[in-house]
């Protein structure tokens, strides 16, 4: 059985994540989505508010379930027994600082932790939580790039409707 996470901070989770982890969820026996808890960063969603709306959008993906960790991925991995975590490349502009953090994890885990690269569909090429929460701040349609139930959670942190 082959165990693989899927990390990342998911504020808010987007059509691109979404995509990745069905892909995924296809290649590997489970899927853990795990969320990073970051008391040093100040986010949108709460992780508690992250878990709770990855596990909505994955209701219906029986080998994919949703957690949260904080500390160093590697020990986490370590924890629950994964050995291959996998990430989304949407352009070349990511692979750089990918690799580096691939790299990083191989070199901390011994070797243990291997990443594998979901090469992002180009219909959300251009998507990001970043841009999500870009558009929102000034009151766009954020309709495309996350799903309705997401959307309305989004447009509630701030405080607005789109018509
Ligand atoms: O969605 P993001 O913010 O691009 O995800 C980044 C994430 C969570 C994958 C990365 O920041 C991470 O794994 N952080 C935990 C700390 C860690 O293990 N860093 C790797 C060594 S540099």
Same mark, same amino acid.
């Given at each position: 059985?082959?165990?693989?996470?899927?990390?990342?901070?998911?504020?808010? +989770?987007?059509?691109?994540?979404?995509?990745? &982890?069905?892909? =995924? $969820?296809?290649?590997?026996?489970?899927?853990?989505?795990c969320v @990073?808890?970051?008391?040093?960063?100040?986010?949108?969603?709460?992780?508690?508010?992250?878990?709770?709306?990855?596990?909505?959008?994955?209701?219906?993906?029986?080998?994919?379930? +949703?957690?949260?960790?904080?500390?160093?991925? &590697?020990?986490? =991995? $370590?924890?629950?027994?994964?050995?291959v975590s996998?990430?989304? @490349?949407?352009?070349?502009?990511?692979?750089?600082?990918?690799?580096?953090?691939?790299?990083?994890?191989?070199?901390?885990?011994?070797?243990?932790?291997?990443?594998?690269?979901?090469?992002?569909?180009?219909?959300?090429?251009?998507?990001?939580?970043? $841009?999500?929460?870009?558009?929102?701040?000034?009151?766009?349609?954020?309709?495309?790039?996350?799903?309705?139930?997401?959307?309305?959670?989004?447009?509630?942190?701030?405080?607005?409707?789109h018509q």
């Amino acid at each position: 059985m082959i165990r693989a996470i899927y990390p990342g901070s998911f504020d808010p +989770v987007t059509y691109g994540h979404l995509d990745v &982890i069905k892909r =995924a $969820a296809k290649m590997f026996d489970e899927i853990t989505v795990c969320v @990073l808890d970051n008391k040093a960063k100040t986010p949108l969603f709460s992780a508690d508010e992250r878990v709770k709306m990855l596990q909505d959008v994955t209701s219906d993906m029986p080998n994919v379930r +949703v957690d949260s960790f904080s500390g160093l991925l &590697i020990d986490y =991995a $370590a924890r629950t027994g994964a050995h291959v975590s996998i990430r989304g @490349l949407r352009a070349v502009t990511d692979f750089e600082y990918e690799l580096q953090i691939a790299q990083t994890n191989k070199q901390l885990s011994h070797g243990s932790l291997d990443t594998v690269f979901l090469a992002t569909s180009h219909e959300y090429s251009y998507l990001s939580s970043s $841009a999500v929460k870009e558009i929102a701040t000034f009151g766009g349609d954020i309709s495309e790039c996350v799903p309705d139930h997401i959307r309305k959670l989004v447009e509630e942190k701030y405080a607005y409707e789109h018509q």
